[in-house]
């Protein structure tokens, strides 16, 4: 079992950075493949970027590329993802979420351990 917490969210001028954080309990998280999804009110929970369980595949959804970078680092059992340019539309809760040896997937519901979220705000 994975239990993960998010941090690093806040309030950001558009324009601006932030780099969120998901720390992950237990010894065998370089054998997980992990994700960052988001939810904005009223819409549904949205795939953002995933890094694949050996850290050698990413992929990203078409509105965050070239602007975020997702990325880990298993000795601190930590994945990050790093957001430039931040534009008023990537305001919502953001998750980070965590399946077993699999390659990564934008779908959700592929993905088992969920944290909590974290809140970011991006001022236009």
């Known amino acids: 079992q994975v239990q993960l917490v998010e941090s690093g969210g806040g309030l950001v001028q558009a324009g601006g950075s932030l780099r969120l954080s998901c720390a992950a309990s237990?010894?065998?998280?370089?054998?997980?493949?992990m994700g960052w999804f988001r939810q904005a009110p009223g819409k549904e929970r949205e795939f953002v970027a995933a890094?694949?369980?050996?850290?050698?595949?990413?992929g990203y959804t078409d509105s965050v590329k070239g602007r975020f970078t997702i990325s880990r680092d298993n000795a601190k059992n930590t994945v990050y993802l790093q957001m430039n340019s931040l534009k008023p539309e990537d305001t919502a809760v953001y998750y980070c979420?965590?399946?077993?040896?699999?390659?990564?997937?934008?779908?959700?519901?592929?993905?088992?351990?969920w944290g909590q979220g974290t809140q970011v705000t991006v001022s236009s």
């Open positions: 237990g010894r065998t998280f370089s054998s997980y493949t």
């Open positions: 979420a965590a399946r077993y040896r699999s390659s990564w997937s934008a779908i959700h519901g592929e993905y088992r351990y």
């Open positions: 890094i694949s369980w050996s850290g050698g595949s990413t």
